[in-house]
């Protein structure tokens, strides 16, 4: 589901922001929960729950590659699970991003945009060492985000990252959420922008993807989804119980 306030922050006259939020299950949400509806609540962001709005998970590309050809600041906020995304903000990276569009000959759509990662973690940042759990400092984590965002000819901006957010207190969460909002609320005036470099170009040479057999591949791939999405539509409609108690939340 989307939501756009009306514009009135710096970002609003500067070419929007697009926020792309996902969460498997909203109603256990401490954290995420929250930014949404803070992001909600900024005036000029344009705000997509994507399990809201693609329960189904076939995302309506051309909706989305419009929605981020008008946006300068595109904003990934999720909770980390794997050391990752989610699965239906993976498939929105998978689908929307596409060779062309988004990247390789004539792939210019989004160069020049920001690219900001939201994210939260279960565990507090020191598990985040060599020496404890995770094995490597959070960072470690980040070149995907990083490199799809500079393929693209986006610049990375520092992630905002909130740890433990299943052990943090109140005020901690109040906080960080807080900043979220407020820095949505004044882009592109952030303090420490300007000393950001622009992103490096990263093209991608023609013969590294021959145009004939990308565009085979774009005709199984999307006959394959299409097939999929209709196959997983059609089982959650036979398997939708009448009285539909374990609903997933969509909106929080
Ligand atoms: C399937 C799954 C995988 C997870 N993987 C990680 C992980 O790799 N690292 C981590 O710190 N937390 C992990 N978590 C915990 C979530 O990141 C954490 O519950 C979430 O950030 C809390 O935010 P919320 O209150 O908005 O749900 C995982 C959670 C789930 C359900």
Request: proline fraction near 8%; include cysteine.
């Amino acid at each position: 589901m989307t939501t756009t306030t009306l514009p009135g922050n710096p970002a609003a006259d500067s070419g929007g922001i697009y926020v792309i939020a996902a969460h498997p299950h909203w109603r256990d949400s401490r954290v995420n929960r929250r930014m949404l509806a803070a992001a909600r609540a900024v005036p000029g962001v344009e705000v997509n729950d994507l399990y809201g709005s693609y329960p189904d998970f076939a995302i309506d590309v051309e909706a989305e590659q419009a929605r981020l050809a008008k946006a300068r600041l595109v904003v990934l906020v999720h909770p980390i699970q794997w050391y990752s995304m989610p699965a239906l903000q993976k498939l929105w990276v998978d689908d929307v991003l596409t060779y062309g569009w988004a990247y390789g000959p004539g792939g210019t759509a989004l160069q020049g945009k920001d690219f900001w990662l939201v994210a939260t973690t279960g565990s507090p940042e020191p598990s985040y060492h060599p020496q404890s759990y995770h094995r490597y400092f959070f960072d470690a984590f980040l070149p995907p985000y990083e490199q799809t965002a500079a393929l693209c000819g986006m610049r990375f901006l520092p992630p905002l990252v909130f740890y433990g957010a299943r052990s943090a207190d109140e005020a901690e969460v109040t906080a960080h959420v807080d900043t979220y909002a407020q820095r949505l609320g004044s882009y592109p005036d952030w303090p420490e922008i300007e000393e950001i470099d622009a992103c490096i170009a990263c093209p991608v040479p023609e013969a590294d993807r021959p145009a004939e057999s990308d565009d085979m591949g774009k005709v199984v791939a999307s006959t394959f989804h299409s097939a999929m999405s209709r196959g997983i539509a059609a089982m959650s409609a036979a398997n939708e119980p009448k009285n539909d108690d374990n609903h997933r939340e969509g909106t929080a």
